[in-house]
């Protein structure tokens, strides 16, 4: 599964981005779909996850009321966006799908992963 991710720039504090992820001659059922972000020299960290039954989400508290992770209702594309953005925000954010099985998200767990993108957010 190829994972293709649109989105990403430079913004300044408190803009918002959007973005997408799709899976490449398929959709995304059966799939579950994280966003991860990696600033340099540290572990790549999730900042939204979506399960596939039901359509649990999750964030980690740095960013919880912030952004939001979606499904299109023809599981087609995942959708992260995000809002206020701050500089520590930073980072060059993944798309990244597992086959749909319980247990949290982990960094080990995913296995697919779509090539990062930068975001910039500047004071």
């Known amino acids: 599964v190829q994972l293709q991710a649109s989105g990403g720039g430079l913004v300044q504090t408190g803009d918002s981005l959007r973005f997408s992820c799709a899976a490449s001659?398929?959709?995304?059922?059966?799939?579950?779909v994280a966003w991860y972000r990696q600033i340099p020299g540290k572990e790549r960290e999730i900042v939204g996850g979506?399960?596939?039954?039901?359509?649990?989400?999750y964030y980690p508290d740095s960013v919880k009321g912030r952004f939001t992770i979606s499904r299109d209702g023809a599981a087609t594309t995942v959708y992260l966006q995000m809002n206020d953005l701050k500089p520590e925000d930073t980072a060059v954010y993944f798309c990244?799908?597992?086959?749909?099985?319980?247990?949290?998200?982990?960094?080990?767990?995913?296995?697919?992963w779509g090539k990062g993108t930068l975001v910039t957010v500047s004071s």
């Open positions: 990244a799908a597992r086959i749909t099985r319980a247990g949290a998200f982990t960094n080990n767990g995913m296995d697919y």
């Open positions: 001659g398929r959709t995304f059922r059966g799939y579950d």
């Open positions: 979506i399960i596939w039954y039901g359509d649990t989400t």
